[in-house]
């Protein structure tokens, strides 16, 4: 299954491929081979100069991407999880987040904030897979329904970007709570009747889709993401066959109703622009 | 109905048979100071085991086969139970029940997962795991019970929604998600009762409520053990090691404000006596209820939003 072992590669990007390129200058298109100059591929918004491929990027590109320059005041940057099981497997949570921090440069897996989109006041929060697989625990929850109470208070459409390989293992029952969390301060920002716009991106998984990411007044997908509830190893092990092509991708998720629209990355700022025009 | 015995029940089943022989064989002997000694080591073995229980022994209890199930309770609780069926979309999803029914003559809507008890029944049931439909006739009850004023009581006892190719045709995430803001929003009291099996998303789509009851026995955490241990550990061999890590007991998560009240069993498990088990979560239910009642529906929805807001634990 071609989209299956593409994914696999996209979580764990080939390093020797990228030795054999000087410099760090230039980048592998992961689906056409294609090698691309970085400043080019920046310049085309992360997205494959011949087969439109959109690579995996994290919340400083989209902010740069669909925030008027500088627009953008972060909210609770130095947030982080007090680990509060004393979560241990092979290594110690406390040190995972650790590492992860020292890693990534981020607190944990999102990124909140207010900015500007063509001058229009919009409350943002976009997800980093980078950081434990933009896993949603403590703190992913905690700043983004601090974002929708932000968003109504102000009268501010709300805008959330997902990445997300789901809830997270290490704090439990309380991971599984944040989707509770959200989805009830969506449901405040719905009463008070302010935009909610999510953007799927590749790949929003698990109960970061069964919670937020699924409750867009609009539902934006960037092509091909992966996207869905359980996953795709998970639902073939399940049903002992294997999965058809293009299962869970955002053309899939278009095709049986549950995004709006499929946006390429270069066309995010204006769709969104658009809509917020109408909607508010 | 095939009795099955967990390990760390075997020794107290054999001393209580053991117990049962010499009575039985006691007629016109004198050997009542012996069953006095054996009643009293079968007391204090009880004692022992069942205090000292690890995680991972309670979800083993959790998900005992001759365990009270979610429709069990509602028969043993309520009465006039009339079952609902369908989403009025796609289907009746049978891994999720619910209906009208009394409860100590107040009337409410009461739904839950529902597993099978033997093979046939949990094909039928499968296994407890619902379908995006499950959750939507789950939330057309609601909506219903919302419509005339009733209370809502959700029982809690699933493996997991169920990971189908169909289920995620039919949009298993944006069932769940939808699940969760509406209940957020319900202008009637819910309350939930984790009666058995509390996994992850497939759990708390009918897990939003003003008051989280769990039975002692009971787990609840955002993933199995087993899944757990496949993925953190990369084998199937440290379920124990993950329950333990995942503190996904009543006793852990009280104190963590993920549930309001353990709803205690009956001594050995909820299996071992159904009826006393039902009448103690019925009496907790009621003490819930009756206070919900009393609270005016914008008050109650501002309140559950807030008490989930609270769950959680970062620094700044
Ligand atoms: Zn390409």
């Given at each position: 299954?071609?989209?299956?072992?593409?994914?696999?590669?996209?979580?764990?990007?080939?390093t020797k491929k990228k030795e054999d390129m000087p410099d760090g200058l230039w980048e592998k298109c992961p689906d056409c081979g294609e090698i691309i100059n970085k400043k080019q591929l920046e310049n085309n918004f992360f997205t494959c100069i011949k087969c439109d491929y959109h690579f995996r990027i994290g919340s400083e590109q989209?902010?740069?991407i669909l925030?008027?320059?500088?627009?953008?005041?972060e909210m609770d940057r130095k947030m982080r999880s007090a680990d509060p099981l004393e979560f241990e497997d092979t290594k110690r949570y406390k040190d995972r987040i650790d590492s992860t921090i020292k890693k990534t440069g981020l607190y944990d897996a999102v990124k909140t904030g207010t900015g500007k989109i063509n001058s229009r006041e919009v409350a943002l929060g976009c997800m980093d897979f980078g950081f434990i697989g933009g896993s949603m625990g403590s703190v992913v929850g905690e700043k983004l329904a601090r974002l929708a109470v932000k968003a109504r208070k102000n009268k501010i459409p709300?805008?959330?970007?997902?990445?997300?390989?789901?809830?997270?293992?290490?704090?439990?029952?309380?991971s599984l709570m944040q989707m509770a969390k959200t989805s009830g301060r969506l449901a405040e920002l719905a009463d008070a009747k302010i935009p909610y716009i999510s953007i799927l991106t590749d790949p929003t998984t698990g109960g970061t889709t069964a919670s937020y990411a699924m409750l867009g007044d609009i539902i934006i997908a960037e092509p091909k993401a992966l996207i869905g509830f359980a996953g795709p190893r998970v639902i073939k092990q399940t049903i002992g066959k294997d999965l058809p092509e293009g299962f869970q991708r955002s053309e899939f998720l278009l095709e049986h109703g549950f995004v709006d629209l499929i946006s390429h990355?270069?066309?995010?700022?204006?769709?969104l622009s658009n809509i917020l025009d109408i909607l508010m | 109905m095939p009795k099955t015995v967990l390990d760390f029940e075997k020794p107290i089943i054999e001393l209580e048979?053991?117990?049962?022989q010499m009575k039985s064989a006691s007629d016109g002997l004198n050997i009542d100071n012996e069953i006095k000694i054996i009643e009293e080591k079968?007391?204090?073995?009880?004692?022992?085991?069942?205090k000292s229980l690890t995680r991972w022994q309670r979800v083993q209890l959790a998900r005992h086969p001759d365990r009270p199930y979610t429709l069990d309770y509602i028969y043993m609780m309520t009465e006039n139970f009339i079952e609902l069926h369908g989403d009025r979309y796609f289907k009746d999803d049978k891994a999720i029940v619910g209906g009208l029914a009394k409860i100590e003559g107040y009337k409410v809507m009461i739904i839950g997962q529902q597993k099978g008890r033997d093979t046939k029944s949990n094909l039928y049931r499968n296994f407890g795991m619902p379908n995006p439909e499950g959750y939507r006739k789950a939330l057309r009850l609601m909506k219903t019970a919302e419509k005339f004023n009733l209370p809502v009581i959700c029982l809690l006892d699933t493996p997991g929604a169920f990971p189908g190719l169909e289920a995620e045709e039919r949009g298993q995430a944006e069932a769940i998600a939808r699940n969760l803001l509406e209940m957020s929003r319900l202008k009637v009291p819910i309350i939930v009762a984790i009666i058995g099996e509390g996994a992850s998303g497939g759990a708390l789509g009918i897990g939003v409520g003003d008051r989280i009851l769990m039975l002692e026995n009971g787990w609840y955490s955002v993933i199995s053990p087993e899944s757990c241990s496949s993925i953190l550990w990369r084998s199937w061999e440290y379920k124990e090691q993950a329950a333990e890590a995942l503190k996904l007991t009543a006793h852990d998560l009280l104190p963590l404000k993920v549930i309001d009240k353990i709803v205690p069993e009956p001594l050995g498990g909820a299996h071992k006596n159904h009826q006393?088990?039902?009448?103690?979560?019925?009496?907790?239910?009621?003490?819930?209820?009756?206070?919900?009642i009393k609270i005016k529906p914008d008050k109650l929805v501002s309140a559950r939003v807030e008490k989930f807001a609270q769950m959680g634990a970062y620094t700044e």
């Open positions: 299954m071609a989209w299956f072992s593409r994914s696999k590669e996209n979580i764990a990007p080939d989209y902010i740069k925030l008027d320059k500088d627009s953008f005041k709300l805008i959330i970007i997902s990445s997300s390989g789901g809830a997270r293992m290490m704090e439990g029952a309380l990355r270069k066309d995010l700022k204006m769709n | 048979e053991r117990l049962e079968v007391r204090t073995l009880k004692e022992s085991v069942y006393e088990a039902a009448d103690l979560l019925k009496t907790y239910i009621l003490s819930e209820l009756k206070e919900l």
